[in-house]
C-alpha cells in the first residue's frame, strides 16, 4: 500500500502514535484512538506503521476470561535502550528492544569505595560485552539509563550528601557518564525506574497512581501519579528513608536523626542480631533464617515492617496511592514484614479499613527490576531518545 509523500500532518500523525506506543507499550486500537486523533486517522496511520514495518500485531497478556485482544505495539528491531544501575556493591546492566522485551541482563561486583569514574569504566565494558554477546552494535542503542542510589538534583544533576555511594556525593552522574559511555543518556533514582519497571511489566501495570518502595542500601520511594513519574521540584521526591520516626534516634547518613534508614534498613536489621546470632549475618541470611522460624530474626524483621508501615501511612496519607509496592533486598521476606507493615500503618492511615490500597511484592526479580526501569525511561522518551531513521513512505 502506497500513499503520496507524507504531508507534514501526516508525518505529525505518525509521531504521536509512535509517541503513544513508546510511552503506553502495545495498545489496542481503541485505546489508541483516544490519544486525541480521529478513529479514521488512527485506523490509517496504524495500517501505514504496519505496512513500513514500524509496528505489529501483539496478542494482549491473559487478563480475564474470553479472546485477549489484539494489539498493535512497536517492533523490537528498531533499536534497544539499555539500563545501568550503580547500587552497592554491585554494577548491573540490561537490554532492552523496542518491542520492551528483556533482551539480556548482567552484573559485575563493584567495591563501594571506587571512584565514579572507574565504576562507569567498568560499566561500559559490561555493557559492551552484553552487546556483542546479542550481536548488536553499538550504534543500535537508543540511549542509556543510568541509575543511583538517592536524591538526584534535578536543576544541577549532583548527587546529594543522602546517597548511600560516598565516593558519588557532590558528583555530577550525567557529566562523568556522558564522557565515559559516549552515548545519550538520562540519569535517575534506582526507586523511580524500579516503580517504571512495575507499570510497565510487573504488579502496577496499567496503574496511575502508586508508591514503590524500595529497599536497597537505603530506603526510597518511586511515585508513579497521574501515569507519569513524580520526582519533585529538585528531583530528591521519595526519600522516605529519610523520614523522621524517632525524634532522639540514631544519627543517620543523612546528619538528620532517627531516619527510617537508621531502623529498618538491611544494615540497620542485621546490626540488631549481632549481640544474639554470632555470625555477622547478610540480610538474605536473616531473611532466610526467619523463614524456618528463626525466632530473633522474625522479630527484627517485623519491628523493621512496623517502622516502615509508619513512614507508608503518613506517605499514604499525603497521596493516597490506589498500590503500594514492596522491592528490593527486604521483598523475599514476604508477609514475615508485610502483615505487620500493614497492621501498622492500618493504624495510622486515615481511611484504615474502607479504601486503604493493598501491599504487595513486587512481581519483578530484585536484580534486574531497576535496570529494566531505567531502560524502559529511555524507550519511552521520545524527545530525547528518537527512534533512528523511522522508515518512510
Ligand atoms: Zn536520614
Redesign the pocket.
Known sequence: MSSPVPSAQRSANRARVVRALRERGAQSRRALAEIGLSRSTVKSVIEELLDDGTITEVTAAERGTGRPPTLVGLKGDLGVAVGIEIANGTVRAAVCDTAQQLLLHDAVPMDDHTPPEATLKTAATLVGHMLDRLGLDKHRVLGVGVAMPGPIQRNTGVNGR?TTLKPWVNVNPYATASSVLRLPLLVGNDANFAALAETIWGVARGMRDIAYVYTAS?IGVGFILGGALYVGANGTAG?L??T?IDENGEV??????G????LANADSITQKLWRSHHDRLSIADVIKMAQVGDVGCRRVIADAGRHIGLAAANMYNLLDPELIVLGGNLAPAGEILLAPLRESMARRAIHAGEVLPPVVVGALDEHTVVVQGAAAAVLRDSDRFPLPSLPRK
Open positions: 543522602a537505603g526519600e528513608g529519610h523522621t543517620c547518613q543523612c546528619g538528620g536523626r531516619c527510617l534508614n537508621t
